[in-house]
């Protein structure tokens, strides 16, 4: 009847309604996950200068320290160290922020000595009172290891009377802090939709060993050649950041230079940021097109395994244009334009403290004299037959012993890379052990973050630190110091492996 086949036309109707509507709900559902899903990048700079006046961390000898030390010498900074004098370069502080769905994630880098665990504190906090999500776990502080970057900003009580940093003075620590929680902030409130890339390539004759002078394991082309990126870009294409990870010492100034400065890391971001303009004129009343070369967005450096390796002599001539600083910037810009980005990358992480106990500073004329025998009234020679040690166990009031160890891996186009960071200075043995273990995982391409989120001296292998000097003297925990260091670093890359 007509009756009955109008019902089944509106029962299909119905029926037709009901499953676009489904349709539908799964197609916006789809569209907000993926939307809620968009990787995000966000980039900030801010001026952390401090005054002039305040002492230059790095050097404990030279110029940079008071003439009669320990005798103190006050000024409004200072008490072991001298103040400088001048400006060279502004302290910049650059963060880099990313974010995965729900997940943050915060790269900030300082031109300083070291990444003080309580400055990171304090600055995290400070972002957080501007209304920041950033936690002590998505944050990490990567220092460049300029040797003419601010001091008295650490309440490590060691690396003050060395003296290398000078006895904390609270208003500077609190300045720079506020100029990193501001950087922090600033990069979040800036997060955009992006694509990013991680890979690698490598960097020969602008970086020497130090230690081949006197370690027969190394030669002078004992060095880390890897030079990571984290390549950011809109998605048109558009540079956001980069972000370069090397290891190179920051020493092209000596402690004679009492500006501050930020060294050849420094000298490198600045032409990285520089960008040339091509004008091309056609007469026919069209001006052809203005061009920019060498546009990589914001430049943030994150040192390596730089622990013995220092910048050649090549390298840091005519300073402060420093002859290195264009090859490393043109390697730069190579590499990352190798980098293949996606909008669709991932990120994990993982982030512990660990706790490393009192230091196991065992001062013996072997490691630091390379005194075996001889010596006045032979004490050389008996040291080295009856084992003389003075074995320092200094708490947290003399230096940090509870850093913070982060691994990150992205995922991005079917490829792992791991972020891992190490809280002071590797040498390269070392920075090849902890990249061996994280191959071994199953990583593609790993990038060494020395330098970051603490400080808390040199990292020597067992070998290097019978070997003695400067790197195993500060070698602070002993002959297995490195060895909690790598265990750190394949703990947390476990953690987050593919």
């Known amino acids: 009847t007509y009756a009955s086949r109008a019902n089944v036309l509106i029962n299909i109707v119905k029926m037709g309604s009901v499953v676009l509507g489904f349709v539908l709900l799964l197609s916006f559902g789809c569209l907000g996950a993926s939307a809620a899903e968009a990787f995000m990048a966000g980039v900030s700079k801010i001026n952390g200068s401090l005054p002039i006046g305040v002492p230059l961390a ?17 000024t409004p900074y200072t008490s072991w160290m001298t103040p400088s004098v001048g400006r060279m370069d502004d302290t910049i502080i650059r963060c880099l922020a990313i974010k995965d769905g729900s997940s943050m994630h915060f790269f900030v880098t300082a031109d300083a000595i070291g990444a003080d665990g309580t400055l990171r504190k304090l600055s995290v906090l400070q972002a957080q009172a501007l209304g920041s999500s950033a936690t002590l776990e998505s944050v ?54 992006a694509s990013i890339g991680v890979t690698s390539g490598l960097l020969y ?24 990126i984290i390549r950011v870009d809109d998605t048109n294409g558009k540079p956001i950041a980069t972000l370069w990870n090397f290891a190179i010492h920051g020493v092209c100034w000596g402690p004679s230079n009492m500006l501050l400065s930020s060294d050849i890391m420094g000298g490198v971001n600045n032409l990285l940021e520089k960008v040339k303009f ?25 040192n390596g395994d730089a ?66 025998s001889g010596g006045p009234l032979d004490i050389c020679t008996l040291c080295e037959a009856i084992h003389c040690d003075l074995n320092l166990h200094l708490d947290s009031a003399w230096i940090e012993n509870d850093p913070r160890f982060t691994a990150i891996r992205f995922n991005i186009n079917g490829k792992t890379s791991l972020f891992v960071t190490m809280p002071g200075e590797p040498l390269v043995e070392l920075g090849n052990d902890v990249r061996s273990d994280a191959k071994a995982l199953g990583f593609d ?54």
Request: aromatic share 8%.
């Open 278 to 302: 091509c004008f091309c004129f056609v007469f026919v009343d069209v001006v052809c097109s203005i061009q920019k070369s060498g546009d990589v967005g914001l430049p943030l450096f994150v």
């Open 205 to 228: 004759n602008v970086t020497q060993n130090r230690r081949a002078k006197i370690s027969p394991y190394v030669n002078i082309n004992s060095i880390d050649p890897n030079l990571g």
């Open 140 to 193: 990490t502080l990567h220092a460049s290891h300029s040797h003419s970057g601010p001091g008295a900003v650490s309440p490590s009580f060691l690396w003050a009377v060395a003296p290398a940093t000078d006895l904390l003075v609270p208003s500077l620590q609190l300045s720079l802090a506020q100029s990193i929680g501001k950087a922090i902030y600033e990069a979040e409130q800036n997060l955009q939709p």
């Open 445 to 498: 391409t790993v990038l060494l973050a020395g330098y970051s989120n603490n400080h808390m001296g040199y990292f020597a292998t067992a070998d290097e630190y019978d070997i003695g000097g400067y790197e195993s003297q500060l070698t602070f925990w002993g002959i297995g110091t490195a060895d909690l260091v790598r265990n750190s670093c394949k703990a947390m890359a476990s953690k987050v492996k593919p």
């Open 58 to 74: 790095g050097y404990n000898h030279g110029d940079r320290r008071v003439p009669d030390w320990p005798l103190v010498v006050e």
């Open 307 to 372: 622990g013995d390796i220092d910048p050649t002599g090549e390298t840091c001539s005519n300073k402060p244009n420093y002859a290195g600083a264009p090859v490393i910037a043109d390697a730069i810009k190579k590499t990352r334009a190798s980098a293949k980005t996606s909008t669709s990358a991932t990120f994990t992480r993982a982030s512990e403290i660990v706790n490393f106990g009192p230091t196991q500073l065992n001062i013996t004329l072997a490691r630091w004299e390379n005194c075996t």
